[in-house]
């Protein structure tokens, strides 16, 4: 089992990385306008300042953005997903905690808060929304 789950995931870095092409841009894509409006319609603690990333930085790619990132996160987390929306040049650094199931199941660790972080493409941020996992 062990070994059919690497070669999984082996197969699916490999193609993410491929589609990635020409900056090794993040992991996944998303849609920063509507991120913004399921962010309000969830009721999420939004956060419009003050922020720690208030100069331009250069983003060469993912990492650059997760380090960014990183100074303005405020909570605990165990796992950072990254999002580029090419169309806006925005990034989405979601930071959150999971949790081991005796079955070896991960899950988001109820009780503790996910943490998004929306920076543009040039190392700014533009908010911070809060979701409490239940």
């Known amino acids: 089992m062990k070994k059919v789950l690497s070669a999984f995931l082996a197969a ?6 491929a589609a990635c092409g020409e900056k090794n841009l993040a992991l996944s894509t998303f849609s920063y306008e509507q991120e913004l409006a399921w ?13 720690v990333n208030v ?6 790619d993912q ?4 380090k960014l990132a990183k100074k303005e996160c405020t909570i605990e987390y165990t796992n950072i997903t990254d999002y580029y929306d090419k169309s ?5 650094i979601e930071f959150w905690t999971v949790e081991k199931l ?12 996910k ?3 929306f920076l543009n493409g040039q190392g700014i941020t533009q908010c911070i929304a809060y979701q409490t996992v239940e």
Not at 39 to 51: A, D
Request: charge should be negative.
């Open 55 to 60: 100069a331009e930085a250069k983003l060469e």
């Open 115 to 117: 943490q998004k972080v």
């Open 63 to 66: 990492l650059d953005a997760e």
């Open 88 to 92: 806006s040049d925005m990034w989405c």
């Open 39 to 51: 962010c309000e319609s969830e009721g999420l603690r939004m956060v419009s300042g003050p922020f």
């Open 102 to 113: 005796d079955n070896g199941v991960l899950i988001d660790k109820p009780g503790t808060e």
């Open 12 to 17: 699916a870095l490999a193609v993410t990385l």
